[in-house]
């Protein structure tokens, strides 16, 4: 809670599920990976389904519903501790694997990968909500083809919100989100009224490889975000085509401007009130308050990715570095936000985009699809 007001978290995901026995093998999905590699036959037909889908119940290691309520037990423990008290979850985007050649594969991976986050969200039906991936595929001539699994995580799952890569494949080859490819994802969203979260993914780039990994991955999120953030600033006219579009790009939208306040380039924001959105999930303090100036109070969202990449103790402090509710607190480089821009950012801005987070429990008894 902040100032009476719950507080809500537009960003996180699920990791690699501990089983109950940490002896036995294997973890998560990498056996539904193992199948959707070596199970002959496979086709538009006859796709590999979920093990976890609809009412089904598996007993593999790291999949059985007692993992399940396990992890959502041990993700909302660490989030009381946090004073965070709804959270949207989705599946992590370094499983998303865009790259993987075979549609029927990437199809039933990207179901499967749903399914486990409805299994946690419904484990926890008062903590948190669900986010989905879709099938993108940059080489189609749009992304009509994510409208089925979109609305099946929406109207069956009854999912919030909808995570989107810039770059799917990690080969730079997917259209800018100012494109015509995109529109049929945009319309739909429109529709359902739920925001699109962008996200970066795995990339291909092989300069990357001498990189280690924490760089790595901040490379290969931050890079594609920022040319999103751009593009999207860039061309207000996706916005002035759906007007009832929400986009929230992670981690404060990428890289901040190093261009000062009068320069052309910063003159977008503005025309883009209602409809561009930054979830908070940067763990260097002065890094976000100059994101939170340059992107505008109003369009931050508290997002924490908790727990993720922020989970080692603030140095002088006693908190992890997603342990956010604190710093809005008293720390003196947030100190430049007034109490209700503080409690816009913790409740009301993450409140606007998806209402939901006010009653999460009530939402999750909107899914049609039974989790146990």
């Known amino acids: 809670m902040f100032s009476g007001q719950k507080v809500l978290d537009v960003h996180s995901h699920i990791h690699d599920i501990p089983m109950t026995d940490p ?4 973890r998560l999905s990498y056996q539904f990976w193992h199948d959707l590699y070596n199970i002959p036959g496979l086709s538009a037909s006859k796709p590999l389904a979920s093990p976890i ?43 998303f ?7 029927i594969q990437f199809n039933s991976w990207i179901t499967y990968q749903n399914d486990l986050a409805f299994k946690v969200v419904q484990a926890r039906p008062d903590m948190f909500l669900g986010a989905c991936q879709v099938p993108q595929r940059p080489g189609y001539k749009d992304t009509e083809n994510c409208i089925e699994e979109l609305e099946r995580s929406v109207k069956e799952l009854g999912f919030v919100a909808v995570y989107v ?11 800018t989100m100012n494109m015509p490819y995109w529109f049929p994802l945009y319309e739909k969203c429109q529709e359902l009224d739920i925001p699109i979260i962008v996200h970066g993914t795995d990339i291909q780039d092989p300069r990357y490889r001498t990189m280690n990994v924490e760089r790595y991955f901040e490379l290969s999120f931050m890079l594609p975000q920022t040319i999103a953030t751009v593009t999207l600033r860039h061309n207000p006219q996706i916005f002035e085509r759906f ?11 990428g890289f901040v401007d190093r261009m000062g306040e009068g320069a052309p ?4 924001r503005n025309k883009l009130d209602d409809n561009l959105f930054y979830d908070s999930a940067a763990y260097d303090l002065d890094y976000l308050a100059l994101a939170i100036k340059q992107r505008g109070v109003s369009q931050i969202a508290f997002g924490t990715e908790a727990p993720g990449s922020g989970r080692e103790i603030r140095p002088g402090t006693e908190y992890t570095a997603d342990d956010f509710v604190p710093l809005f607190e008293s720390d003196p480089a947030l100190g430049f ?11 009301n801005t993450p409140a606007r985009l998806a209402p939901a987070l006010a009653d ?12 146990y």
């Open 53 to 95: 889908g609809d009412g089904k119940h598996s007993d593999r290691p790291g999949n059985t519903d007692e993992d399940f309520k396990a992890v959502a037990d041990a993700l909302a423990k660490y989030l009381d501790v946090r004073k965070i008290d709804a959270q949207i979850l989705s599946p992590h985007p370094l499983q």
């Open 337 to 347: 936000l007034t109490q209700a821009e503080k409690l816009d950012i913790l409740h």
């Open 360 to 371: 999460t429990v009530a939402q999750n008894k909107k899914a049609k699809a039974k989790a």
């Open 243 to 253: 007007p009832g579009l929400k986009i929230i790009v992670c981690h404060c939208g």
């Open 97 to 103: 694997h865009g790259w993987m050649e075979n549609d």
């Open 165 to 175: 890569s810039p770059d799917s494949t990690g080969k730079g080859d997917t259209p």
């Open 23 to 26: 002896t036995q093998s294997p």
């Open 265 to 268: 380039y910063r003159a977008y």
